[in-house]
């Protein structure tokens, strides 16, 4: 049978912050492959964006999360990869809930490895979606008062 027509999916990707710095992996996949991207996937039916985060971030890093807040959605088409697809991303912020557990890379087909960068120097290149917003100002570190 012919291949159902693409439509748009649900991402939820985290900021997991960590002093001054952010956890990010180098993507191994048909959609920013290389770049340096947040811990995230897709929503699951019947999933909150919350429940989605943590599964994600512990599938991938083997870390558990604390402290999720949602910040902002994106919408993200992606036309030009090896394979085209659209995704709403949905950015949550959290906290490692053991701060001292270093991350692991549990999905090395799909990730060079994790690491935590200062946010004042991110490494590049960094997933479009990721630069996009990095070069419109965006902050996902709360405000000081709060830290
Ligand atoms: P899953 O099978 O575990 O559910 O999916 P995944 O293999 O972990 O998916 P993913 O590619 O890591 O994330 C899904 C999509 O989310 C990705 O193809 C594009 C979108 N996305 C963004 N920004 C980011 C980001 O910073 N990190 C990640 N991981 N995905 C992002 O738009
Ligand atoms: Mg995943
Ligand atoms: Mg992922």
Known sequence: SPAPPPVPRVAVVVFLLKGKAVLLGRR???????????????????????????????????????????????????????????????????????????????????CHGWGWYDWDDLPSPLFWPLEKMVRSGFDPFPPQASR
């Open 28 to 110: 191994r996949s048909s959609v920013g492959d290389s770049t340096f991207a947040l811990p995230g996937g897709h929503l699951e039916f019947g999933e909150s964006f919350e429940e989605c985060a943590a599964r994600e971030v512990e599938e991938e890093t083997g870390l558990k999360i604390d402290g999720t807040e949602l910040l902002t959605v994106t919408n993200n088409v992606f036309l030009e990869e090896p394979k085209p697809a659209h995704y709403v991303t949905v950015f949550l912020r959290a906290r490692p809930a053991r701060p001292e557990q270093e991350p692991e890379n549990r999905e090395p087909d799909k």
